[in-house]
C-alpha cells in the first residue's frame, strides 16, 4: 500500500514547517516558543527549522509553489489569528487539493506507476464528486471558476491584492451558514506579477467573507457575493470614478481592532443605504485595511474589479 498521504507526510509538512516558521521569526518577530505552540511542535524543533534549508530535490515541488503556500498560511495566522483546527483545516485542503491532479497526485503516479496505467482518479472521485450537490451550488462553484479565471488573467489585478491576499465568494441565494458559501481556499495569491488561485472553489472554507456576506444578504438578498482588495487612496479614487456607493469604517481604537467590528457596521451600512456596493476598512492595531466590494454575482464583480485594478494601475503610471 503507497497512498498519496506518505508524500505529505515525508515531504509537504516538513518543508511547510520550516518555511511557515522562519516567516514567523524573520518577518514578524515571533518568539521560537510562540512558533512552537502554534505549529504544535517542540521548541528544539522550531530552532532546527530556523537554521535548517528545505530540501526541494524532488520533483514534487518548485520553491516558488512552496513559497506562495507558505506566505498564504503565515499570513492568515497573523492576520486572522486562526485557532488550530482552522490551521488543521487550512493545511488538509491545500493537501487534498495537491492530491486532485496537482503536485503530489503527479508525484504519487510517479512514484507508483502502475496508478499511471491504470487511469487513478481516487481523490478526485474522493474530493471533487459534483454528484452530490445541488444544481445551484454546481452553478455557483463554475461562476466563481469563471470570475477566478478573469482575474488570474488580468496582470492589473495584482496591484489591488492585499498583504493578507484576496479571495472571492458567492452564497446561496437562502445562506445561512458558511457551509453555504463558497470560496477559494487559500485564497487568491500574487506570483510573477500576476494572481492565481492555490485551489479549486469549494463551499464552507472562508469564514470571514462569509460571515460578512451573510450579514449583507440580510438587508439586501439581491447581493450574492463579495471580494476584498487593497483599501488605500488609488482604490477609493476608482470606486469614486466609477460612481459606486460606499461606506468607510473608521476603527474606534479603543475597541482594540476587534474582527468583528467590520460586521457590525456593514450590516448598518446596508440596512440603512440603499445601493451601496463597498465598504472601505481603513483596519486597526493587526487588522490590515481592506476595501470589500459587493454585487450581484462573482462573475460580476470579477469585472468590477478589473476595472478598479486597470484604473489604479493607471494612475500610478501617470
Request: aromatic share 6%; proline share 4%.
Amino acid at each position: 500500500m503507497n497512498p498519496p498521504c506518505e508524500l505529505t507526510v515525508r515531504i509537504l509538512l516538513p518543508a511547510l514547517r520550516i518555511m511557515v516558521a522562519r516567516q514567523l521569526s524573520e518577518n514578524y518577530g515571533w518568539t521560537q516558543t510562540k512558533i512552537a505552540k502554534k505549529l504544535g511542535v517542540t521548541q528544539a524543533a522550531v530552532s532546527g527549522y530556523l537554521t535548517q534549508e528545505v530540501d526541494i530535490a524532488t520533483p514534487l515541488f518548485s520553491s516558488e509553489e512552496l513559497g506562495t503556500i507558505a506566505k498564504s498560511l503565515t499570513s492568515e495566522m497573523v492576520m486572522k489569528k486562526l485557532n488550530h483546527a482552522d490551521l488543521i483545516n487550512n493545511v488538509c485542503e491545500i493537501c487534498l487539493s495537491l492530491r486532485r491532479g496537482g503536485a503530489i497526485c503527479n508525484a504519487h503516479k510517479m512514484k507508483v506507476p502502475e496508478l499511471e496505467e491504470e487511469k487513478c482518479t481516487i481523490c478526485m472521485q474522493l474530493h471533487m464528486s459534483l454528484a452530490d450537490i445541488s444544481d445551484e451550488r454546481r452553478l455557483i462553484l463554475g461562476e466563481l471558476r469563471c470570475a477566478v479565471s478573469l482575474l488570474e488573467s488580468t496582470p492589473e489585478f495584482s496591484e489591488v491584492v492585499p498583504e493578507v491576499f484576496t479571495n472571492m465568494v458567492m452564497g446561496l441565494k437562502d445562506a445561512k451558514g458558511i457551509a453555504d458559501v463558497a470560496g477559494i481556499p487559500g485564497r487568491l495569491v500574487k506570483v510573477r506579477g500576476k494572481v492565481k488561485a492555490l485551489m479549486d472553489p469549494e463551499f464552507g472554507v472562508s469564514s470571514h467573507l462569509a460571515r460578512l456576506l451573510i450579514g449583507v444578504m440580510k438587508h439586501n438578498p439581491d447581493i450574492r457575493a463579495v471580494a476584498n482588495l487593497k483599501c488605500n487612496e488609488g482604490v477609493l479614487g476608482a470606486v469614486k470614478r466609477l460612481n459606486l456607493k460606499h461606506a468607510t469604517l473608521r476603527r474606534d481604537p479603543d475597541y482594540g481592532g476587534r474582527e468583528d467590528e467590520i460586521f457590525r457596521f456593514a450590516e448598518k451600512s446596508f440596512s440603512k443605504e440603499k445601493g451601496l456596493s463597498v465598504i472601505m476598512d481603513e483596519g486597526g492595531f493587526g487588522i490590515e485595511p481592506n476595501s470589500y466590494f459587493f454585487d450581484e454575482s462573482a462573475s460580476k464583480l470579477a469585472d468590477r474589479a478589473v476595472r478598479v485594478a486597470r484604473m489604479v494601475y493607471n494612475a500610478q503610471r501617470k
